[in-house]
């Protein structure tokens, strides 16, 4: 269903984002975190699983990393080899720049076989030498349009500064793209000023807008805040306050999650923008992994509840029979 509600930009998609293990586990143990994922998932009402491409970005700032970095399996390979009983479409993130238009070519096919489908990134950093542009990468696509969709990155924080997103997502648009999964979201305000002016340039060129799909992610800890700060996350202060003087900011940030879903659920159907939800678990702590499950959960029946997404349980009932 999910490439269906992408390609007629139906509002209330949900996905659910995952980084693959390191590179150094076991394949025993990465069978054992696959097992974990899949029991996770199964009895979630989610359209597509996303699994990141996580890339080294040090060379992007020169504040130090709060956590070290380390090398994680390819996505594409933990995804076929491992989630395959996870009976839903899977999303594959690939930094198009780091590989030649051979590779990419390739590994498209492969994707196509699979029945995934792809989101180009940029490269780790500016100075990163580029094998294949992201215009080059998604002509390459292009033979796959018919059955396949392809998504971009979208980030409010970049357009807080540069005020040009809604620019570069239509010219992504031109080169076939027609859903947007966005950075973490916890300014509202910068992720509403992407949505309005997307929302008037559509309305004064007369362009149907792509699906804008917003990140949520919890902040379990400290930590946890302090990374999304050197991965460039925009948390405004007094929100960072009200997490840290809180008794559990786990339980805080879900909350604020959840408002903040709501707040452009309502932004964004004033607005006519196609959107969706993708819940991250990107942590290792289980009492962050289950928060992300509940979250998904919640946000999933709020937009039921608003009218914009049927469940697929709903879906079956309705699809005529032979």
């Not at 998609?13 to 069978?31: C, F, H, M, S, W």
């Not at 996303?50 to 070290?68: C, G, H, I, L, W």
């Not at 059955?147 to 540069?162: D, F, M, N, Q, W």
């Amino acid at each position: 269903m999910f490439l269906n509600k992408i390609k007629s930009r139906e509002s209330g998609v949900v996905l659910y984002g995952i980084t693959p293990p390191k590179a150094d586990t076991t394949v025993e143990r990465v069978a054992e975190i696959a097992q974990k994922t899949i029991e996770r998932l199964a009895t979630l009402d989610i359209d597509a699983l996303v699994v990141y491409d996580v890339q080294d970005e040090s060379a992007r700032t020169k504040e130090e990393r709060p956590f070290p970095f380390l090398n994680s399996l390819d996505p594409l390979h933990f995804a076929s080899e491992y989630l395959g009983s996870l009976d839903v479409p899977k999303i594959i993130y690939r930094p198009a720049g780091k590989f030649s238009a051979e590779e990419l070519s390739e590994w498209l096919e492969e994707l196509k076989e699979q029945h995934f489908y792809p989101v180009f990134v940029g490269v780790p950093a500016p100075d990163f030498p580029v094998k294949t542009s992201l215009p080059e990468a998604y002509k390459i696509w292009r033979k796959n349009e018919e059955t396949s969709v392809i998504g971009a990155v979208t980030i409010p924080e970049r357009h807080k500064i540069l005020q040009d997103e809604d620019t570069r997502i239509l010219d992504k648009m031109e080169c076939g793209v027609s859903y947007f999964i966005s950075q973490c979201v916890f300014n509202l305000e910068y992720a509403r000023q992407v949505i309005e002016d997307l929302a008037l340039r559509c309305d004064r060129e007369q362009i149907t807008p792509p699906t804008i799909i917003f990140t949520i992610t919890a902040c379990g800890s400290e930590k946890t805040l302090q990374f999304m700060d050197w991965l460039g996350i925009n948390v405004p202060e007094e929100l960072k306050e009200d997490l840290r003087s809180s008794e559990d900011i786990l339980e805080r940030s879900v909350n604020i999650c959840l408002d903040i879903a709501s707040e452009l659920t309502a932004f964004c159907m004033e607005r006519s923008i196609p959107f969706g939800f993708n819940i991250e678990s990107v942590a290792i702590r289980k009492a962050e992994i289950e928060a992300s499950i509940y979250m998904a959960g919640q946000i999933s029946q709020m937009l039921k509840d608003k009218g914009v997404r049927k469940s697929e349980r709903a879906q079956s009932v309705l699809r005529p029979t032979a």
